[in-house]
């Protein structure tokens, strides 16, 4: 492939420069773990700065999309899952933003009465029924992730939608409840018996633990959502500005 750039053009160098990356990141000799082209002689080869390459190449290892290994190059990280948590979606339209297919291994809808947590979100009697939904996902091959989301009765759902769609979509579209802010706690934990047999992973195996709280336009709770995930499946990165 010719490497080139348009320097006459309104399009940032920087930006130029991520466009070719992508390209060359979708190359099968790339996807299949070939060192990408050294730093300096692409930055010759363009005729811009190391900075401004840098700028490109940073931003796709912030995306999950190339890593760096220190003495040995550059290369396209292997589609694992990624979330950051400046832009949350559901989880089905994070995936689909990546590319990666998303399969239901279970799905399992019951009405329940609600724990203490749940309670307190909520703020709801202990004697109100919430509606739990229950799914095993992952990629076509393996489950990576089992979550529990448990809805306020306020939301209106009956348990007959369609939740192999999009969450928030259907959350949305059939009962005009639209999610607006997510509150998230992250910690690391040991695989239980009911884990490991839902992740098909060994007893005591590392997992990352995903709470979260999501509210609606006027601050209200609609979802109490908590996800476990395979440790070695996950990335959740986190962007800080000031």
């Given at each position: 492939m010719r490497y080139s750039i348009d320097h006459k053009s309104p399009i940032p160098l920087h930006a130029q420069a991520e466009t070719l990356l992508r390209q060359l990141i979708a190359e099968?000799?790339?996807q299949n773990g070939k060192i990408m082209p050294n730093e300096v002689e692409l930055a010759k080869m363009l005729a811009i700065s190391r900075t401004t390459l840098r700028q490109a190449i940073n931003k796709l290892v912030f995306e999950?999309?190339?890593v760096r290994k220190k003495r040995l190059g550059t290369k396209v990280a292997q589609a694992g899952v990624s979330s950051k948590s400046n832009n949350w979606l559901s989880f089905s339209q994070e995936m689909k933003l990546r590319g990666i297919t998303i399969?239901?291994?279970e799905l399992h809808v019951t009405w329940e009465m609600p724990n203490t947590e749940v309670m307190r979100f909520f703020?709801?009697?202990p004697d109100k029924q919430v509606?739990?939904?229950e799914r095993v996902r992952g990629k076509t091959d393996e489950p990576f992730v089992y979550f529990a989301s448990y809805f306020h009765p306020r939301v209106g759902l009956t348990g007959d939608e369609?939740?192999?769609r999009p969450l928030y979509e259907l959350l949305e579209h059939e009962h005009s409840v639209i999610a607006t802010l997510s509150k998230e706690e992250i910690s690391a934990i040991a695989a239980d018996k009911f884990i490991a047999e839902k992740l098909r992973v060994p007893i005591g195996s590392p997992i990352l633990f995903r709470k979260r709280f999501v509210f609606d336009q006027g601050e209200r709770p609609i979802e109490f959502n908590i996800g476990y995930y395979k440790a070695d499946s996950f990335v959740y990165t986190v962007e800080s500005s000031r």
């Open positions: 099968e000799e790339y999950g999309l190339l399969r239901n291994f703020e709801i009697k509606l739990k939904m369609d939740f192999k």
